[in-house]
């Protein structure tokens, strides 16, 4: 099993989080702390699990490369393991990884 540090995490994360955003930019305008905030108590209100609990008991911890996230994203829609927004149908890792920047400090 791979680890990585959380400075790669976080970067993964960012990136992740900006695919996401512009996904969701079209379906409501709001400021993006807010919209963070949302998206966070909406999956804990679904999924019983804070995302970093999610994320820290899931394979992206051993996923380095922006392709094996991909190829998790990717898996997860084939094994109908789904976060919806606003209409927006996300990946849980994908979900999870836009939750984690609105959970409370």
């Given at each position: 099993?791979?680890?990585?540090?959380?400075?790669?995490?976080?970067?993964?994360?960012?990136?992740?989080?900006?695919?996401?955003?512009?996904k969701?930019?079209?379906?409501?305008?709001?400021?993006?702390?807010?919209?963070?905030t949302?998206?966070?108590?909406?999956?804990?209100?679904?999924?019983?699990?804070?995302?970093?609990?999610?994320?820290?008991?899931?394979?992206?911890?051993?996923?380095?490369?922006?392709?094996?996230?991909?190829?998790?994203?990717?898996?997860?829609?084939?094994?109908?393991?789904?976060?919806?927004?606003?209409?927006?149908?996300?990946?849980?890792?994908?979900?999870a990884?836009?939750?984690?920047?609105?959970?409370?400090?």
């Amino acid at each position: 099993m791979r680890h990585i540090s959380r400075r790669i995490f976080m970067g993964l994360i960012a990136g992740a989080s900006t695919v996401v955003l512009a996904k969701l930019n079209g379906l409501e305008k709001a400021n993006n702390a807010n919209e963070y905030t949302r998206i966070y108590k909406k999956w804990v209100n679904e999924k019983n699990v804070e995302p970093e609990v999610f994320l820290s008991q899931s394979t992206i911890r051993e996923a380095v490369e922006s392709s094996e996230i991909e190829d998790l994203i990717i898996d997860d829609f084939h094994n109908n393991r789904v976060f919806i927004i606003d209409g927006l149908v996300l990946s849980e890792v994908e979900g999870a990884l836009v939750a984690t920047l609105g959970a409370p400090i």
